[in-house]
Nanobody, 115 residues
Framework: QVQLVESGGGLVQAGGALRLSCAAS????????MAWFRQAPGKEREFVAT???????NYADSVRGRFAISRDNAKNRVDLQMNSLKPEDTAVYYC?????????WGQGTQVTVSS
């Protein structure tokens, strides 16, 4: 059974940085893409970034150039380095794995950016 546990969230001032981590278990994740999503209060969950098994990355336009996704296949872990944070980045952040739409969600980690 796939399990995903996010950590690293917190309260930070605008312009600051945070690094989120996701520990995955239940299968060999090196064969699958990994991704980060976020959900702000009153909004739908949205895509943030994804990383393919080989390391290719893709980002939402709103975070490109500020966020960086990385993975450690040996440790079944995916990280999200978030720099130059803005108040609109405030959300609960979730990681997930492919095939997307069929995997369970973790509890998420709250990121709050104050202005």
């Amino acid at each position: 059974q796939v399990q995903l546990v996010e950590s690293g969230g917190g309260l930070v001032q605008a312009g600051g940085a945070l690094r989120l981590s996701c520990a995955a278990s239940g299968r060999t994740f090196s064969h699958y893409p990994m991704a980060w999503f976020r959900q702000a209060p009153g909004k739908e969950r949205e895509f943030v970034a994804t990383i393919a098994p080989g390391g290719a990355t893709n980002y939402a336009d709103s975070v490109r150039g500020r966020f960086a996704i990385s993975r450690d296949n040996a440790k079944n872990r995916v990280d999200l380095q978030m720099n130059s944070l803005k108040p609109e980045d405030t959300a609960v952040y979730y990681c997930n794995t492919g095939p997307f739409g069929s995997m369970p969600w973790g509890q998420g980690t709250q990121v709050t950016v104050s202005s």
